[in-house]
């Protein structure tokens, strides 16, 4: 019965959508109001996804305007108040053959209210500074973009945290999933490679990067840990390039991502479940964690993590007669060799059409093979979603899931109902 249901349901409400939807949004988050714009003029199809004139705001540090700024010998700031409430309830079902009863959380149906729910300070702080914190800033996500122009090239330097959103949570451009927080489906770990191979860690770093309308290039310093970890310069690196043209009409990205090195710290903060400490010179392990290294006659608990990414991602977004139409496909790998993320890749691809301004589908696979065992351990996964925009900053979006390969989470199905709301 459920089977019959979970289609006839997503089907439905596409057609409540097209029906009852109004006609115009009314987009109410800070940036919004900082640039006087409605929120699809950054977001493409329903939020948080960007489009040109998205990545152009974001990459010029937040700091573009469009509002009354109150101005002095070395003060810019918008007279709108930067604050944004951001919140997603959800509905939650995964079905298992091997469930037994009685069933309980997810397997029976879980209603997370709210599943995120927080305020945000974003915007403007100066003709060259911009800012994204989530309040109170302690909790998770929080970076400055110190920036600026010269001969048409947006140069920055963006010192960030944040607690998973990854190594590119500081600036990347793309809607693929490389950065969590610009991801296009809820079930990120089902739908894009990146999120397949859990690359979106609790991450701290800085992040410099050069850029225009034509390409990205960003490298910077980060380890994955959160909480103000003391790893001094002993830290990992990343890199992501980018290349923006039209083609075929199409508004392109075609990029390259990757980390490489390790991180060394005593006191690491939050790291990411998965992520296991590699041997020191003059260290124990013990259940692949490192114990007790001595250092000048001191005992200390000092531990390192290897992080080794390597992909590649496009995405394309484009008109396709009267509706709007983004492509998407990754491919990424993690090699082993003691990398936090085992010896695994991944590929995916995505689809999503907009039918109205209002409403659209949407479609993904995505395919992990888990090397780091004797035996090779392949899964996959199939999506399929509708997106209603209720309003331009108020989303309904249920997705559903069927695994297959070899299941090792032993699931069959996962269907998720989300409303997402931005004010």
């Known amino acids: 019965m459920r089977k019959i249901f979970v289609p006839m349901f997503i089907v439905a409400f596409a057609m409540i959508g097209v029906v009852v939807t109004p006609k115009e949004g009314s987009a109410v988050p800070s940036f919004a109001r900082q640039m006087n714009l409605p929120c699809f003029g950054c977001h493409y199809q329903h939020i948080p996804k960007l489009n040109a004139f998205g990545r152009a705001f974001k990459l010029a540090g937040y700091t573009d305007t469009a509002s009354a700024l109150i101005e002095d010998e070395l003060l810019s700031l918008p007279t709108a108040l930067p604050i944004s409430f951001v919140a997603k309830y959800r509905y939650r079902v995964d079905t298992k053959t091997t469930a037994g009863d ?9 209603w997370d209210i709210y599943d995120e729910a927080a305020l945000f300070a974003a915007g403007r702080a100066g003709k060259n500074i911009g800012y994204a914190a989530e309040i109170p800033a302690d909790v998770a996500n929080l970076k400055v973009i110190f920036t600026g122009e010269v001969g048409g090239l947006r140069l920055g330097v963006i010192p960030f945290r944040t607690d998973a959103g990854g190594a590119f949570w500081g600036m990347d451009l793309a809607n693929t999933g490389v950065n969590n927080g610009n991801k296009a489906w809820e079930h990120r770990t089902m739908t894009s490679a990146a999120g397949a191979l859990d690359l979106t860690t609790a991450a701290t770093g800085i992040t410099l990067y050069a850029g225009d309308s034509m390409f990205l290039a960003a490298a910077g ?5 959160f909480a103000n970890p003391d790893t001094g310069f002993d830290l990992s690196m990343s890199y992501r390039l980018a290349v923006t043209p039209t083609l075929g009409g199409f508004d392109t990205l075609i990029g390259i991502f ?6 060394k710290c005593v006191d690491c903060g939050s790291v990411g479940s998965n992520a296991v400490a590699a041997t020191v010179a003059g260290s124990t392990v013990t259940n692949g964690v490192l114990d007790t290294v001595t250092t000048a006659g001191s005992p200390a608990s000092l531990r390192e993590f290897k992080t080794e990414i390597t992909g590649v991602d496009v995405q394309a977004q484009g008109d396709l007669g009267g509706m709007t139409l983004e492509l998407q496909a990754m491919y990424a790998t993690t090699p082993g060799d003691g990398s936090i993320w085992g010896k695994a890749d991944a590929m995916s691809v995505t689809a999503e059409l907009g039918i109205t301004k209002a409403v659209g589908v949407a479609a993904a696979y995505v395919t992990k093979t888990d090397k780091s065992g004797a035996k090779d351990v392949t899964n996959n996964a199939t999506s399929l979603s509708v997106y209603w925009n209720i309003a331009q900053n108020v989303e309904l979006k249920p997705e559903y899931t069927i695994f297959g390969g070899d299941k090792t989470d032993g699931l069959d199905s996962r269907m998720t109902v989300m409303l997402f709301m931005g004010f």
């Open 258 to 263: 990757g980390t490489t090195g390790k991180t």
């Open 102 to 110: 009685p069933k309980s959380g997810t397997e029976r149906g879980q």
């Open 221 to 225: 310093l980060w380890g994955p840990a």
